[in-house]
């Protein structure tokens, strides 16, 4: 009996170390940033509105993070919460039940305006709960709730089109985001989701934007709209849209609504920097196992510390870096990166807490002179977040 306990005990050690929102499985709070520090919560009665973020399939969704675009919005004036879901048992139809819950309890506390953000199958959950409950918009970014094996991936389009239909037919500002090599459905037939929803769309009573296979740098794969390439491009313009009224129905002019400055409040001090600047500089993989792979460290334009890992023909992961006591972090939806300086190598280790099993060591040796390829003139950067089950994507490059 007692071996029994102690087994039963090791099993239920990792899910302990989880937040206690995240283990209760439907946790609805404040929203925290990607290294990014939450602006205060304004309230129902002095903030422009309530942005709920709805993250991706719950089993990936180990940090209670918000992406750059939340945090754009919440700068100008929103609240933001986010709704997580039960890390065993996801699937689209309690995602559905998720969300809806969250506007439940969204008016409740008395917020009026509700704009449901969510990403893959957490934007599904979105654009579902939005035909049966008043919103103040729907921001979905690359939609899904079917794996991308077999034919899998075609009902992320099929199974959408009567949601979307429903959904034109109301008045809320409508955002729907697709990307080159999204291997949910792009990779298999490009050119098919976006084109139907904006012809689509462009008969219907609502203000929209859709977003299809921009080609530009940084914003590519499934995970594109997480990253700050992307706020940055399209936060000015997504909240214009937002803003916007029935009777604006035609889609918003989005040339020169680029945001250079959305992320200046997250740069680092003088003293901070000089801790930097050991780790500023190109680094590649050693040879063998990780050999290919590329890690470039410096600040950006706005001083904001930023890492940005290249895997070879997979992808890129773009990250604010935050100190600790021994190096630098950097966290996302699928869990934290820590660099450690070791002499002439940098350790890099990827670990979600709760999961020791996928955690993920990499090593990598200088490649370039101590001088940060970031910091300049405004960068396009490439911040594709990486699938947290294999690190699937696909590399883009650095454009100055």
Not at 96 to 114: P, S
Not at 234 to 248: E, F, K, Q, W
Request: contains cysteine; hydrophobic residues 45%; charged residues 20%.
């Amino acid at each position: 009996m007692l071996r029994l306990a102690i087994l039963l005990l090791l099993g239920l050690l990792p899910w302990l170390t989880l937040p206690p929102a995240v283990r209760a499985g439907t946790g609805f709070a404040p929203a925290s940033f990607y290294g990014l520090p939450a602006p205060p919560l304004r309230g129902p009665d002095q903030a422009a509105g309530l942005v709920i973020w709805n993250h991706g399939y719950g089993a990936h969704a180990y940090i209670e993070q918000a992406p750059p675009l939340a945090w754009y919005f919440a700068q100008a004036g929103w609240d933001v919460y986010r709704q997580y879901r039960s890390l065993k048992s996801d699937s689209g139809f309690r995602a559905a039940a998720a969300v809806e819950q969250a506007v439940e309890k969204a008016r409740a506390l008395g917020y009026r305006r509700i704009v449901l953000m969510g990403f893959s199958m957490g934007a599904y959950a979105a654009v579902d709960v939005a035909q049966r409950r008043p919103v103040a918009g729907v921001i979905a970014l690359a939609p899904a709730t079917v794996a991308h094996d077999s034919f899998g991936w075609e009902l992320n389009d099929h199974a959408m089109r009567p949601m979307w239909r429903q959904l034109g037919a109301l008045p809320q500002p409508l955002v729907a985001a697709y990307f080159p090599q999204d291997i949910f459905y792009e990779t298999e037939m490009p050119a098919v989701r976006g084109p139907w929803l904006r012809q689509q769309l462009d008969h219907a009573a609502a203000p929209h934007l859709v977003i299809d296979r921009p080609q530009l740098p940084g914003i590519v794969g499934h995970s594109a709209g997480l990253g700050w390439s992307f706020a940055r491009r399209y936060g000015p313009c997504i909240r214009r849209l937002i803003d916007s009224t029935a009777a604006d129905s035609r889609t918003p002019d989005c040339t020169g609504l680029r945001d250079d400055r959305a992320f200046a409040t997250a740069a680092i001090s003088a003293q901070a920097m000089q801790q930097l600047r050991p780790y500023q500089g190109r680094w590649r993989g050693q040879p063998g196992k990780h050999w290919g792979f590329s890690m470039e460290i410096g600040p950006d334009d706005l001083g904001v510390p930023l890492m940005t890992l290249t895997l070879p023909e997979q992808g890129t992961l773009d990250l604010p870096l935050v100190a600790t006591a021994d190096g630098w972090r950097g966290e996302a939806e699928f869990g934290l990166l820590d660099l450690r300086r070791m002499g002439n190598t940098l350790a890099a280790r990827i670990t979600r807490p709760g999961d020791s099993a996928s955690d993920r060591s990499f090593v990598f040796q200088r490649d370039a002179p101590a001088t940060s390829h970031l910091a300049g003139p405004p960068l396009e950067l490439a911040d594709q977040l990486l699938s947290s089950t294999g690190l699937k994507s696909r590399a883009t490059p650095l454009m100055q």
